[in-house]
């Protein structure tokens, strides 16, 4: 076989079960590279809490330069209890923020996919959710969490002011919607774009750009506006009505959380977070699963890793131009699933429960078959 350049691959795994999801990634990425000539130059290092306790921040400039020469980064978990009480500068999320903002991964993508084999897993009716396949874009690096001016400061009464400021450009809003329309196209050509257009002068904004896009690139592509509190609703009511939804950074917060408990299992779906595509068509992109650090379960070897897997196979995916090997391992995450195989988050009658390491060492097997 023809080796192929290598290839940098930061691994993050950060605090929690991170360490332990993480470590899977790492087994498959070295069978890869043993197996298939894929030839990847791993790293990993501390991010999050774990980097606060060893370094005082919680990330350093040292592993962010590394982030910037990496294709891909595999991030676990962060946060936990043990941090709450830092000031915010300090807090474990702040390392997120900085890589999403200074590596400019402007766009989301959460899938909400329910696999058949964990359909009564989920507390809506099977009917409603079986076969649900839905691609959420959230903008990620404007919007609310990133406006200015924002802080808290005291008032002339004596009493406090929290501000915020929501605002978007034109140029914020095209470049995510442009990813929504391009990626329906590949699927079931429909994309939904929510916003508060009736009481947000920036929603009004938002609807109107994504609007304007469209007649203008994408009239090929069905195209329509919903209110975010609306949407929310019928995410609950008929889920299985839309195909790519499209939204601003904190509503998009929300649903696509809303959207991944359609499913049943938060242990299972994957993220993207993608950046601009140079002229060279490569781009910045970090990958993490859609559950949190899950302080109370971690060191217990019952983590379920197949959302940070299926976070690697998205990298394969969108980062690595490998779509024949993201394939692959996703069929051999559904052939586990098929033969009975859980984690403890998603173990049912008439299932095997397993460790993470055994999860992930029978998906393994899958590839080799």
């Known amino acids: 076989m ?15 079960v991170g360490p332990e999801v993480v470590a899977e990634v790492k087994k498959i990425i070295e069978w890869l590279n043993k197996n298939k000539s894929l030839d990847f130059e791993i790293d990993q290092d501390l991010v999050g809490g774990a980097a606060y306790d060893k370094h005082g921040t919680p990330i350093t400039d040292e592993v962010f330069y590394k982030a910037l020469e990496s294709e891909a980064i595999i991030l676990g978990a962060v946060g936990g209890p043990k941090w709450d009480n830092l000031e915010f500068s300090k807090k474990p999320e702040r390392a997120l923020l900085r890589l999403r903002k200074e590596l400019k991964l402007f ?29 959420i874009v959230r903008e990620l690096i404007g919007g609310i969490y990133f406006g200015e001016p924002r802080g808290i400061k005291p008032i002339d009464n004596g009493e406090r002011k929290g501000i915020n400021t929501h605002t978007y450009t034109t140029s914020e809003i095209e470049r995510v919607a442009r990813v929504a329309f391009d990626l329906a196209k590949k699927r079931k050509n429909k994309v939904t774009s929510c916003e508060k257009s ?17 007649d203008k ?30 939204t601003d950074n904190l509503f998009g917060d929300i ?72 394939d692959n391992l996703e069929k051999a995450v559904q052939k586990v699933l098929d033969d009975g195989l859980r984690t403890k988050d998603i173990l049912s009658k008439g299932t095997k429960e397993v460790s993470t390491e055994a999860m992930g060492n029978a998906i393994i097997a899958c590839l080799q078959k």
Not at 7 to 14: A, T, V
Not at 109 to 124: N, W
Not at 266 to 281: F, H, R, T, W, Y
Request: aromatic share 4%; hydrophobic share 45%.
């Open 2 to 16: 023809i080796k192929v350049k290598k290839r940098k691959i930061l691994l993050l795994p950060g605090d929690g």
């Open 198 to 214: 009736n009481v947000m002068e920036a929603g009004q904004l938002w609807k109107e750009e994504v609007q304007a896009l469209h």
């Open 255 to 326: 649903l696509s959380d809303e959207a991944a408990m359609l499913t049943g299992s938060l242990g299972l779906l994957p993220s993207a977070s993608l950046g601009v595509k140079d002229k060279n068509g490569s781009m910045r992109s970090m990958y993490e699963p859609v559950h949190g650090s899950a302080p109370d379960i971690a060191g217990k070897g019952i983590a379920n890793p197949i959302a940070t897997i299926l976070s690697f196979s998205m990298a394969l995916r969108y980062s690595l131009n490998l779509d024949k090997e993201a």
């Open 107 to 135: 766009a989301n993508l959460r899938p909400a996919i329910c696999f058949k084999q964990l359909v009564d897993a989920s507390s809506l009716k099977p009917e409603i959710v079986s076969g649900l396949d839905i691609m």
């Open 217 to 246: 690139e994408y009239k090929d592509v069905e195209l329509n506006h919903m209110l975010a509190d609306n949407c929310a609703m019928q995410l609950l009511r008929n889920p299985k009505q839309f195909d790519v939804i499209v």
